[in-house]
C-alpha cells in the first residue's frame, strides 16, 4: 500500500514539476539578454568616468545594460580566474595576451571570433597585422586587439651632447641608420661619468629594470635578438645562443660600470626615476605621456628623444610592442558581447586616451591632433618601426599558456646573472630547463 | 525535570550565540583547509576540471628545487622573526609601561607603523630606505662608506624580516602590555620590601606571570612569520632569484600565475602541516597549554 502512494506521489510530483521544467527551457531559448558584463583593465585613474558614456550610449542605442568593473592590473587577473571558476566569468574583458592564453589553454573559457571578424572590421581596426598575430593560437583569433603600447627605447639627448656623443644622437634616431649592440656599450661607458668631480660616478649610461617582475624588460632585449621563446609548434627555443647573448649583453654593462649598483633589484619605475632625473642617459621604458604631463606643468626638462632599437648581433631589430585587447567570455551572449565590442571600439573617446595615455592607434583613429614634439616623433620612430623590414621582430608577449611562467624564470635567471650567482651561460641552461618544464606541465 | 529543562535551553542559547562565529569559521576556514587538501591530490587548473592524481603532486614536492628553496627562505624568516618579536616586543612593552605620564602617547606611537598600509610600508622601506638612492645609502655614501645593496640576494631576506619587525613589533607589544597590567602591584612592592633588583623582579614575577602572553605570542608569530606574503608580493615579487620567496608566496604563484592549482594547495597543504607541528612542539617546550 505505501509503496503504491510513492508511486502516486513521485508520479504528481513529474507530472507537476514537467510544464514548469518546460517552460524553464522554453523561457531560455527565448530569454532576452537585458544586461552584460565588462571588466577592464583601468587605462588611466579615471577610466570609469570615461568609459562610462560609451556604456551609457550602448544601452540607448541596443537596450542593453552593461555592468562595469575595473579591475587592478596587479590582482585582475586572480579575479578573472576566480569568477571563470565559480561559474560566473565576465561577458567581456579588456586584456593583454599573456591574460588570455591560459584561459584558452586550460579551461577553454575564451569565444573565438573569427566568425565575427569581417573583412570590414579587419580594414577598419587591424591596421596592423602584428597585432591581430597576437591574438591568434593554434589557427584561432581570441581577442581584437585594441590599443598598442609602443615601450620606446629613449635618450636623454642633452647628457649624449655634453659627452660628445652628437654622431650617436643622429644615428640612434635615424630609421635608415644602425647602431650595434656595441655601439650601446661603447657609449654607456661614455656616458657614465662623474660629473660633480667629488671621485663619485653620478651619472650612468643605462639602468636595466632587473627587479622587475614583468615581461616587458627581458622581452625589450630578448626580441630585438629576433629569438622566439616558444615556436609555433610548441617547442621550447629560449636558453640557446640569444638567450646568452641577452645575458653577457648585460653583464657586460654591470661589468663595465654603466649601471648604477642595485640593477638587479631595481624596479621599472626607479629605473625610469633615474633617467628623468638626468642620472641615467639611456633608458627602454620612455615614458612619453608622463613626460608631456611634466613638461606641461612647467618642469623644466632635459631633450628626450625616441629611439630606433638597436641591431642585435643576430641582425634583427626586434622590439616590445604592447597590443591588449578585447575578449568574450560569454557564453549565453556572444552577439551582445560582439555588439558591444564594436560599439566600444568605435568611440571617439580613445583619441584623447591615445594622447593622455600615449597609446598608439591599432587603426581606425588617428592621433594627428597631437601637437607635442615628443609625442610626434614617438609616433614616428612606432610607425617606422611597422614600415621598416628590419624591424620585423616587434612582439608582444610570449605567445604560449606557460608563457608568465617562462617569463618569471628569465627573470629569476637574469637577475642571478646580475647578482654574480650564475654565469649567463649557466643561467641560459638552467632557464631553458625550467622552460620545458613549465611547457611539458602545461601540455600533460 | 526543571533543571534538565533549563539546561537544555541554555545549552540551546548558548549555541545560537555561538553559532555565527562557528558559521565563519567553518566556511572561511575548515570549508577551504579541506578543500585545500583534497585538491593537493589533484591536477587542477584552476578553472578546468580537477583531476585525481593520487600522490603525484607529493612526489613532485621531493624533487621540487624551488619548493625547497620557499621552505628553507620560510623557515629562515621564522628564525629570525620569531624569537626578535617576541623578545623585541616584550622589551618594548616593558619600556612603554615604565613610563608612567607618557604611557598613552607611546602606546599610540609604537602601534602606528601596524597602522601603514602594507603597500606603502613596503614603498617606503623598498625605495626610502633600501634602494642604492635611498635614505641610509645616502648618509653611507656622504660619510664617504662602501654602499649596501639591502635586497641583493645575500641580504634580502634580513631586509624584509628587518621591516616586518619595524611594523609588528607594536602589535605584539601590545599584548605583553595588557599582560603586565594584569600582574597586580602587590607583587612587586612586597618584592621590593623583601629587598629583590629589577632583575629579580623581572625573573621571578614578570616572567613567570606572562608565560601564557608568551606562549600566545609565540604561536602568533610562528604563524605570522610562516604567512609573510604581502610585504615580499609588494617589495621583491620573491625575487632575486627566488631569495625572498615563501611557501605561501610560491603557492600563491603555482595557483593562480602557472594555473598549477592542485600543485599549490599541495604546498600550502604541507605549509599548514608544518605550522601545526612546528606549533605542538611550541607548546610542548614552552609548558602547559591549559594556560591559553
Do not use: C
Not at chain 2, 613589533?169 to 618584592?191: D, K, N
Request: glycine share 8%; hydrophobic share 45%; aromatic share 12%.
Amino acid at each position: 500500500m505505501l509503496a503504491k502512494v510513492r508511486v502516486v506521489v513521485l508520479i504528481s510530483v513529474i507530472a507537476g514539476l514537467a510544464p514548469l521544467m518546460l517552460f524553464a527551457s522554453g523561457a531560455q531559448e527565448d530569454e532576452q539578454v537585458d544586461s552584460i558584463s565588462f571588466w577592464t583593465f583601468p587605462l588611466r585613474d579615471s577610466m570609469r568616468e570615461d568609459v562610462t558614456p560609451i556604456l551609457e550610449s550602448f544601452t540607448e542605442e541596443t537596450g542593453i545594460e552593461v555592468e562595469l568593473n575595473v579591475i587592478p592590473w596587479g590582482q585582475g587577473q586572480d579575479n578573472i580566474l576566480a569568477a571563470i571558476a565559480a561559474g560566473d566569468p565576465p561577458d567581456v574583458v579588456y586584456t593583454t595576451m599573456s591574460r588570455v592564453l591560459p584561459l584558452v589553454e586550460f579551461g577553454d573559457a575564451i569565444r573565438p571570433l573569427d566568425e565575427k571578424i569581417t573583412d570590414e572590421f579587419k580594414e577598419t581596426y587591424f591596421a596592423n597585422p602584428s597585432s591581430i598575430n597576437n591574438y591568434s593560437w593554434k589557427g584561432q583569433t581570441y581577442a581584437v586587439p585594441f590599443l598598442g603600447g609602443p615601450h620606446r627605447w629613449g635618450i636623454n639627448v642633452d647628457l649624449f651632447l655634453e659627452a660628445g656623443l652628437d654622431d650617436a644622437v643622429e644615428t640612434m634616431t635615424d630609421p635608415e641608420a644602425t647602431w650595434t649592440w656595441d655601439d650601446f656599450r661603447q657609449w654607456a661607458s661614455e656616458l657614465t661619468r662623474d660629473t660633480s668631480g667629488n671621485g663619485e660616478i653620478d651619472q650612468w649610461g643605462y639602468a636595466y629594470p632587473g627587479g622587475s617582475t614583468q615581461a616587458s624588460p627581458i622581452l625589450r632585449h630578448y626580441w630585438n635578438t629576433g629569438g622566439e621563446i616558444v615556436d609555433s609548434d610548441g617547442n621550447v627555443r629560449v636558453g640557446g645562443d640569444e638567450t646568452v647573448a641577452v645575458l653577457e649583453f648585460l653583464r657586460g654593462l654591470q661589468e663595465d660600470g654603466s649601471m648604477p649598483q642595485g640593477v638587479e633589484i631595481m624596479s621599472v619605475s626607479e629605473s625610469n626615476g633615474l633617467f628623468n632625473e638626468g642620472k641615467v642617459a639611456i633608458t627602454s621604458h620612455l615614458e612619453v605621456p608622463s613626460l608631456i604631463a611634466l613638461k606641461a606643468s612647467g618642469e623644466d626638462l632635459p631633450d628626450f628623444r625616441v629611439v630606433y632599437p638597436p641591431q642585435s648581433p643576430f641582425g634583427a631589430r626586434g622590439s616590445f610592442f604592447a597590443w591588449d585587447a578585447l575578449a568574450i567570455l560569454s557564453e549565453d551572449a556572444v552577439d551582445e558581447s560582439w555588439a558591444f565590442i564594436e560599439h566600444y571600439l568605435s568611440s571617439e573617446i580613445w583619441e584623447e586616451f591615445l594622447v593622455e595615455v600615449g597609446l598608439y592607434p591599432v587603426g581606425g583613429v588617428g592621433p594627428d591632433m597631437v601637437d607635442d614634439p615628443l609625442y610626434q616623433q614617438a609616433l614616428e620612430v612606432a610607425e617606422g618601426i611597422f614600415a621598416h623590414d628590419d624591424y620585423s621582430h616587434v612582439r608582444h608577449e610570449v605567445l604560449h599558456p606557460a608563457g608568465s611562467q617562462i617569463i618569471r624564470i628569465m627573470n629569476s635567471h637574469l637577475q642571478s646573472v646580475l647578482s654574480g650567482a650564475e654565469s649567463p651561460e649557466e643561467a641560459a641552461d638552467a632557464i631553458r630547463e625550467e622552460a620545458i618544464s613549465a611547457v611539458e606541465q602545461t601540455e600533460s | 525535570m526543571a533543571n534538565t529543562t533549563l539546561r537544555t535551553r541554555n545549552t540551546i542559547i548558548d549555541g545560537a550565540f555561538l553559532l555565527p562565529a562557528l558559521l565563519l569559521l567553518v566556511v572561511f576556514r575548515l570549508l577551504p583547509g579541506m578543500f585545500t587538501a583534497i585538491a593537493s591530490f589533484t591536477k587542477w587548473p584552476v578553472i578546468g576540471s580537477p583531476e585525481f592524481i593520487g600522490l603525484a603532486n607529493f612526489r613532485t614536492l621531493i624533487e621540487d628545487t624551488h619548493f625547497h628553496q620557499a621552505l628553507f627562505n620560510t623557515l629562515h624568516y621564522s628564525a629570525m622573526l620569531i624569537p626578535v618579536l617576541v623578545a623585541g616586543s616584550l622589551a618594548l612593552a616593558l619600556f612603554i609601561v615604565s613610563f608612567v605620564r607618557a604611557q598613552a602617547a607611546l602606546k599610540m606611537i609604537h602601534y602606528l607603523p601596524m597602522v601603514i598600509p602594507l603597500s606603502i610600508t613596503a614603498v617606503i622601506w623598498k625605495v626610502g630606505i633600501y634602494s642604492p638612492f635611498g635614505a641610509v645609502n645616502q648618509i653611507l655614501s656622504e660619510l664617504g662608506m662602501q654602499q649596501i645593496q639591502f635586497l641583493r640576494a645575500d641580504y634580502a631576506r634580513q631586509s624584509i624580516a628587518l621591516t616586518m619587525v619595524w611594523r609588528q613589533l607594536g602589535f605584539w607589544a601590545l599584548m605583553y602590555i595588557a599582560g603586565l597590567s594584569g600582574i597586580p602591584r602587590s607583587f612587586y612592592e612586597s618584592a621590593v620590601v623583601d629587598g629583590a633588583t629589577y632583575v629579580q623582579r623581572f625573573f621571578f614575577i614578570t616572567w613567570p606571570l606572562l608565560k601564557p602572553v608568551t606562549l600566545l605570542v609565540t604561536i602568533l608569530t610562528t604563524i605570522a612569520s610562516f604567512r609573510v606574503f604581502g610585504i615580499v608580493y609588494a617589495m621583491t615579487g620573491g625575487g632575486p632569484s627566488g631569495a625572498t620567496k615563501t611557501l605561501l608566496y610560491y603557492s600563491y604563484e603555482l595557483g593562480w600565475q602557472d594555473f598549477r592549482m592542485g600543485y599549490g594547495s599541495t604546498v600550502a597543504f604541507v605549509f599548514l602541516l608544518i605550522v601545526l607541528a612546528l606549533n605542538a612542539v611550541q607548546r610542548w617546550l614552552i609548558g602547559d597549554s591549559n594556560d591559553l
